[in-house]
């Protein structure tokens, strides 16, 4: 899977980790912080982080515009860390209770305008390496492992923030629960009719708490809460210094890529490289863009409710605890140690591992294993867990099923018989429509978001985590089949001098996508629950209708 691929790659891959870390540890909380914090329904929280979606995947045009013509995709990269890093000082900084909102909404702008000019184009930056002939066959595989440094980076976002909140609410004499923020800003707001039931959750966390002190417990909580929140921010910050180090230290790796058709027109060693085409053959790749973008649109606006809709439904219908057995799921060293003895158990039984790789694959086999139990041993009978830990179950998946993925792409391609990848699109979409079927067989029978008046389910309605767990897992093969295969078929596609600006293009259907992650969180307060998935899923089986239609038109520009 890693063997002959160009070193710049391995460059992409860990600054793009780096960044990817920070961003998913900001989104795993961006939500529940803006709810905790200024006290937002769900369709306003919704909406904002719609909103900064849209402006993350829209400014790469922005960014691939500039690379293309002025800045080059090294500059361009670089530009946007910097950028990048600012924002995520300003969103970290602290503020009291309903106050700093401003503060909040430049961050963010900041963040999307430095995301744009850095995520296009280092995957133009990827593409490039592999425009070589030496490793053009490679193309496909190596976007499957700079897709999997993406994701080991989210994989242990939710649990740097969850660690980063328990931490700073522990420090205040504090515990996590669910339930406090809604009802402490309902109470602050004087619409809370009874105050007895939350009087009664407040004295579990301070037992000196009285109806008269209830106002000052509520402020002091949100407080506390809304500052684990900025700090867990200001992690973003940390891993985007990570991130620069390594790109600048490395960048004799990925020099020649880093150059855009222009740039290589005006030099002598790299004039020769300049591929020209016709108007007609440039229109021809452009429809075909335009096509797969419009699918894709439907696969953002169902994959990014993982941070909305998903972590709405991981509040207010999934139970807030676990047992022994479940929590090595929520646990990430845990769940870590079990993956990595079954990885090294499949290195020492594999019979083309040579005699150090058994052995190699025996040891850790062995010291995993007694790792994960002894990770198993120090739980409670009972564990509870923050919401968005939900959301280190697809970067899991991702890292875990990628070498998979990519093996069994590998024996279909030497058959003869690996599908192409407008046709790996269509069969993403179809996967994602059942993941959201998993959720609509959960929901039934379960009040509405507008029936339980936004407050968290009665524990006799809460469903098993393996729902959710269940839906992520789908969602994850989905993904594999469409979005690094998506990003290969653009960098393979696009001409030439607009390769920035078509990698701008795939995050411009992703905006799209996004700006309908708040729609559907429109609907979360209007249908029954059943009916919020299967919108998401109907979308989806349209959207797999239609690019199987015009599959024949993809598949020959693809081969062009």
């Not at 990269?77 to 503060?103: D, R």
């Not at 961050?107 to 070589?132: C, E, I, P, R, S």
């Not at 004039?271 to 894709?296: D, H, N, P, Y």
């Not at 992520?472 to 001098?497: H, Q, W």
């Amino acid at each position: 899977m890693f063997k002959g691929h160009p070193k710049g790659l391995y460059v992409a891959f860990f600054a793009n980790m780096g960044e990817r870390f920070g961003f998913y540890t900001m989104i795993s909380i961006f939500v529940l912080f803006m709810q905790a914090k200024y006290g937002l329904s769900a369709a306003a929280a919704g909406s904002i982080y719609a909103t900064f979606l849209v402006g993350v995947y829209i400014f790469p045009l922005l960014g691939g515009f500039l690379a293309d013509r002025f800045l080059g995709y090294g500059r361009t990269i670089s530009l946007g860390i910097v950028v990048m890093f600012i924002g995520y000082i300003l969103l970290a900084l602290p503020t009291a209770m309903n106050t700093g909102f401003p503060l909040v909404v430049t961050a963010l702008a900041v963040v999307a305008l430095g995301t744009g000019l850095f995520k296009g184009n280092l995957q133009a930056l990827v593409g490039n390496l592999y425009d070589d002939p030496k490793y053009a066959s490679m193309r496909d595989r190596a976007f499957n492992i700079f897709y999997m440094g993406i994701n080991i980076g989210a994989m242990f976002a939710p649990s740097a923030s969850m660690a980063v909140c328990n931490w700073i609410l522990a420090k205040s004499h504090f515990v996590y629960d669910a339930r406090i923020p809604a009802l402490a800003n309902e109470f602050l707001k004087g619409k809370l009719a009874d105050a007895s039931s939350f009087l009664t959750i407040a004295q579990g966390q301070d037992p000196s708490v009285t109806l008269d002190t209830l106002g000052r417990f509520s402020t002091n909580y949100i407080n506390t809460l809304s500052k684990s929140y900025h700090l867990g921010f200001g992690v973003a910050c940390l891993s985007l210094i990570a991130s620069m180090i390594i790109f600048w230290a490395f960048r004799k790796h990925y020099q020649a890529a880093s150059l855009t058709e222009r740039q290589k027109a005006k030099s002598e060693a790299f004039k020769s490289q300049v591929v020209e085409l016709t108007k007609e053959q440039t229109r021809e790749r452009f429809v075909a863009l335009g096509l797969v973008f419009f699918v894709v649109i439907f696969f953002w606006m169902a994959f990014h409710q993982s941070a909305v809709t998903l972590t709405f439904f991981a509040r207010d219908y999934t139970v807030p605890s676990v047992s022994k057995a479940t929590n090595l799921w929520f646990d990430l060293v845990g769940l870590l140690a079990i993956f990595l003895s079954v990885l090294g158990l499949v290195f020492l039984v594999r019979k083309a591992s040579g005699r150090l790789t058994r052995i190699l694959g025996g040891v850790a086999f062995v010291g995993f294993a007694v790792l994960a139990y002894l990770r198993y041993s120090g739980y409670a009978a009972t564990n509870p867990f923050q919401p968005q830990m939900f959301q280190h179950f697809n970067p899991f998946f991702i890292v875990v099923l990628t070498p998979l993925v990519v093996g069994i792409f590998g024996w279909l391609n030497r058959k003869g018989k690996e599908p192409s990848a407008p046709r790996k699109i269509g069969i993403g979409m179809l996967l994602t429509a059942a993941a959201y079927a998993i959720l609509v067989a959960a929901s039934l029978g379960l009040a509405s978001p507008k029936a339980l008046g936004g407050l968290v389910a009665p524990a006799a309605s809460q469903v098993s985590v393996y729902w959710l767990i269940s839906t992520y897992f789908m969602l994850t093969i989905a993904e594999l089949f469409l979005s690094p295969i998506g990003i290969s078929f653009v960098s393979r596609v696009a001409p030439p001098k607009y390769k920035g600006l078509m990698q701008g293009g795939w995050f411009a259907a992703t905006a799209v996508g996004n700006s309908l992650v708040g729609v559907t969180a429109w609907f979360w307060m209007r249908v029954p629950l059943w009916a919020v998935w299967t919108i998401l899923a109907g979308a989806c089986v349209l959207s797999a209708a239609f690019i199987f239609s015009v599959m024949k038109r993809l598949e020959r520009v693809a081969r062009a």
